[in-house]
């Protein structure tokens, strides 16, 4: 297992969808874990731990880049 902390930036139109919380466990078999947020009606800011195979992690992070999400690695984890 490995750990990848990433800081997401979502635009306004993905602020209601569950992508972390939900969308990422049941799609790719991670396990989100939301360490902060920032969110208001124009954007919205989270950092987030993201635990799973480095090939879930990988497919994880392209699928929100695909969706609109600006994702920024903060450091890299162990594994």
Same mark, same amino acid.
């Given at each position: 297992?490995a750990?990848?902390?990433y800081?997401?930036?979502?635009?306004?139109?993905?602020?209601?969808?569950?992508?972390?919380?939900h969308?990422?466990?049941?799609?790719?078999g991670?396990?989100p874990?939301i360490?902060?947020?920032?969110i208001?009606e124009?954007?919205?800011? =989270?950092a987030?731990?993201?635990?799973?195979s480095?090939?879930?992690?990988?497919?994880?992070?392209?699928?929100?880049?695909?969706?609109? =999400?600006? =994702?920024?690695?903060?450091?890299?984890?162990e594994?």
């Amino acid at each position: 297992m490995a750990l990848r902390k990433y800081f997401c930036t979502f635009p306004q139109s993905l602020i209601k969808e569950p992508i972390v919380s939900h969308t990422l466990n049941a799609k790719f078999g991670v396990i989100p874990n939301i360490r902060a947020a920032s969110i208001s009606e124009q954007m919205a800011m =989270v950092a987030v731990e993201i635990e799973g195979s480095l090939e879930q992690i990988e497919h994880s992070v392209v699928y929100l880049r695909e969706r609109g =999400v600006k =994702v920024e690695a903060l450091q890299e984890g162990e594994e």
